[in-house]
């Protein structure tokens, strides 16, 4: 699978190869540190004056290798430490072959070329930051040098033809080559540079940042002009670096389709898959370091647009963080990974992991944010600091020394920490929903024809299968529930608030990267930003299952519907009200009562229309059972789980209960005893409706045109209502997507119009309120605004 190298031509007047420094050079090299604060070698070897290039390349590194921090101080010393001592490890095993650069890891599959790259670019950083304990080593440059020597002379090369995974190819192995280029620029030689300049030309041609589409979209298009632009400021190519800003411009406006940034602040890539919290999280990253590198230049992105990026801080992805963890609705297949065998550091790649990775990215962002801007993030990103406590960010193994200062300058500072906003959010185009509320986050996760049932490939997250149908995620107090070995432990087919055929399903069931789509349209629903109403026509992964389910956001809770649940699987039918994570030895008490259940330091359930199953037991698994790159350890953890059978091959099933997040149980008994608390109106095939009157809240989804209570719908319709003394909000959306015109009746004396959106029309007032709505096809809501006799 590879093939001899191509000499690359010498530049008149240069050596046969690149030559070592003596061994008085690099020591003078490493002293000279003593008084940089944390600059690299690299970084203080300065070019001509004014040289464009050099100026960008010393940029880079000080956003990569961080400076201004005291690399005697912690947490940057043991940081700093670990890092010399895993460098000195892997010099000692390096061991060049003809597949593989050190033993176990083979250039195929392509992987192993990153995780090549990925070592020597740990060995790179020992060599040129302080306090690593192999500062200026002459045996770990030589070390470098022999392993990029390889790598170009076996594998890595313009001669190659590039196999299996595309991505090591373009993204994972140059990202890396051109990181260490950078830093041992001057340490090289010519050849070298030029050599690794070919190698990127070779597998990211400009072709690559050509139409926006394939693989070329989204993160991946940001990942590619990460490389190109880096490689034009090795390479001295001014053309490179233009071509890379300007191949940035199709990532920033709003998408209808596809992948991208939504409107309504989803992001989607793969085409099929919600992915705010990982390929989302790299796109920020990616554009954050290329805003600051070329800041000022003469490449500076300058395009208009970038402000859409910005903006989507506060609207697409501060909402998806709770507590400094990312929710795994939008983590696609990397919910998988746990543990992974490559990682020579065992850092832990949880909802805690991504979440870092995703607040990490806005710090570096802030940095070409306005002073607003910046400001606001700042006090988000300081309340995220302050309040995990699972995976405290100013200590997180995953992060270099770069960005740990980074994220202690942004707590030192004279910003106050921002608490977790209430409000509701509703991700319409990646079929997500965050409603947050004092004291608990739920989120919701759904699919569609747009959105996956779920998202596998590359040996990763084969049993993902239900994580779509429905999944309620939901949090308070402790933020560990989902990070604490959730994944490898639970049972698939038994996910919290999921309605499920027990059928059982193969491993990657419905095919891989996100082709396993039901075709079902009405999914999503509508919210005044406080409330909301939810809904997803359901139909089973590899099943004949199909049903209605609601959900209904409110103060304190989630009322919970389903209805027309029908299956001809031949195997029962269940709809998991929920299934908690205790830990390896949890011993919280377990209660119930009539028409309740309550789970210790958790929280409690309403049970409107029937008693649950229940049970707890201990379940043991490994990373590697859904992820053929992680671990093989195996643990245990214990669950408590409540559902509802519905039978074998039901025909007409339903359900009715309430989610009471963090409520102590003496509160749940109260609200089963309160009658007066919840009425629901309709909850069958065609329309599932309830109202909360002290709230007065009316929510009603019409899979049909219909009547439920005071509200009416000419055609499928999410409806909302809201009264508060005498003024009340109507919200509406059209979750079939049909872009029909759609009118709503609300059987209430109204006064007159206060405010309405444009999409909008007013029929009537008086006895009662006659809207006509022109949904246009994104499920947007669409609000009026009144007051009442």
């Known amino acids: 699978m590879t093939a001899q190298r191509r000499p690359f031509p010498r530049r008149a007047g240069e050596a046969a190869g690149p030559t070592r420094p003596s061994r008085r050079a690099l020591l003078l090299a490493a002293a000279a540190l003593a008084t940089t604060g944390g ?12 040289d464009p290039y050099d100026t960008l390349r010393r940029r880079w590194l000080s956003i990569a290798l961080g400076a201004g921090y005291d690399p005697a101080a912690e947490p940057y010393a043991s940081r700093l430490a670990r890092t010399g001592a895993l460098a000195r490890d892997l010099l000692a095993t390096m061991a060049p072959a003809a597949n593989s650069l050190w033993a176990g890891h083979p250039f195929d599959p392509p992987a192993g070329i990153t995780r090549s790259y990925n070592r020597l670019w740990t060995m790179t950083q020992a060599y040129v930051q302080q306090g690593t304990g192999a500062t200026g080593d002459p045996d770990l440059l030589a070390g470098v040098l022999s392993g990029l020597d390889h790598l170009s002379a076996t594998v890595y090369h313009p001669a190659t033809t590039p196999y299996g995974n595309w991505w090591e190819w373009q993204i994972g192995s140059p990202r ?9 620029y001057d340490r090289l030689g010519d050849a070298r540079v030029e050599a690794a300049c070919a190698a990127v030309d070779h597998f990211v041609p400009d072709s690559a940042l050509g139409d926006y589409s394939g693989t ?5 298009r940001v990942d590619l002009c990460r490389s190109v632009a880096l490689r034009g400021i090795l390479g001295r190519a001014p053309a490179k670096i233009a071509l890379a800003r300007d191949a940035l411009s199709p990532v920033f406006p709003y998408v209808t389709r596809g992948d991208g940034l939504y409107a309504d602040g989803s992001f989607v890539q793969h085409t099929w898959v919600a992915y705010s919290g990982t390929y989302g999280q790299v796109m920020l990253d990616g554009l954050g370091r290329l805003f600051a590198l070329l800041a000022g230049s ?3 992105v300058t395009d208009p647009n970038r402000q859409i990026v910005l903006d989507s801080v506060e609207r697409a992805y501060a909402p998806l963080i709770h507590d400094g963890l990312v929710m795994d609705s939008v983590n696609g297949r990397a919910i998988s990974r746990g543990h992974l065998a490559s990682d020579d ?12 990775q995703l607040i990490a990215a806005l710090a570096i962002l802030a940095e070409g944010a306005s002073r607003e801007e910046r400001d606001r993030w700042h006090a988000r990103i300081k309340g995220w600091i302050e309040r995990d406590t699972v995976a405290p960010l100013l200590t997180a193994p995953q992060f270099g020394v770069a960005t740990l200062a980074r994220l202690h300058t942004i707590a030192a500072a004279p910003v106050p920490a921002a608490p977790e906003p209430t409000g509701h959010h509703l991700f319409a185009a990646m079929d997500r929903a965050v409603h947050r509320r004092p004291g608990f986050t739920v989120n919701i996760a759904m699919a569609s024809d747009r959105i996956a049932h779920y998202e596998c490939g590359n040996g990763e997250n084969p049993r993902g299968w239900h994580t779509g149908a429905g999944m309620v995620s939901w949090w308070s107090g402790a933020s560990d529930q989902y990070t604490d070995w959730y994944w490898p432990t639970v049972d698939w087919y038994r996910l919290p608030g999921t309605t499920v055929s027990t059928r059982r399903l193969a491993d990657r069931e419905g095919g891989e990267w996100g082709t396993a789509r039901p075709d079902a349209r009405w999914v999503g ?4 930003g406080t409330y909301a109403a939810l809904g997803q026509h359901l139909k089973g992964l590899g099943s004949t299952l199909q049903a209605r389910k609601s959900w209904f956001c409110a103060a304190d809770a989630v009322i919970c519907l389903g209805a027309a649940i029908s299956c001809s699987d031949g195997v029962p039918v269940e709809t998991i009200v929920d299934n908690r994570n205790l830990g390896a030895h949890g011993t919280q008490r377990f209660a119930q009562g009539p028409g309740w259940a309550h789970l210790e330091d958790h929280g409690g359930w309403l049970l409107l229309d029937g008693e649950p199953r229940t049970l707890r037991e201990d379940r043991t698994g490994a990373w590697s059972d859904i992820n053929t790159g992680s671990t093989t350890e195996r643990r ?11 039978g074998t091959d039901p025909a ?26 919840l009425s629901i109106l309709a909850n069958d095939a065609t329309r599932q409706a309830v109202v909360v009157p002290s709230l007065g809240l009316t929510a009603a989804n019409f899979w049909q045109p219909g009547t439920a209570g005071p509200l009416a719908a000419s055609a499928g319709a999410s409806v909302l209502t809201v009264r508060r003394g005498r003024t009340a909000t109507l919200c509406v959306s059209e979750p079939p997507r049909t872009g029909e015109p759609l009118e709503i009746t609300w059987d209430r004396p109204v006064r007159r119009v206060v405010r309405a959106d444009k999409t909008v029309e007013v029929l009537a007032t008086g006895r009662r309120l006659r809207l006509r709505i022109t949904p246009g096809t994104a499920c947007a809501t669409h609000r009026c605004d009144v007051t009442l006799d």
């Open 525 to 528: 629903g509508t919210t005044d």
């Open 176 to 184: 890396l080559l051109l990181d260490i280029t950078a830093a041992l």
């Open 636 to 646: 245990t953890r214990r669950w408590q789980t409540l559902w509802l059978d519905h």
């Open 652 to 677: 007409d099933a339903g359900y009715a209960y309430v989610l009471l997040p963090g409520a102590s149980r003496r509160t749940v008994a109260r609200r089963a005893a309160d009658r007066r608390w």
């Open 298 to 300: 003469d490449w500076e």
């Open 216 to 220: 070329s979209t989204g993160a991946n």
């Open 39 to 50: 600059a690299t070698p690299a970084a203080q070897v300065a070019g001509p004056p004014g």
């Open 345 to 356: 550091r065992s850092v832990l790649r949880s909802d805690h992991f991504h979440g870092g």
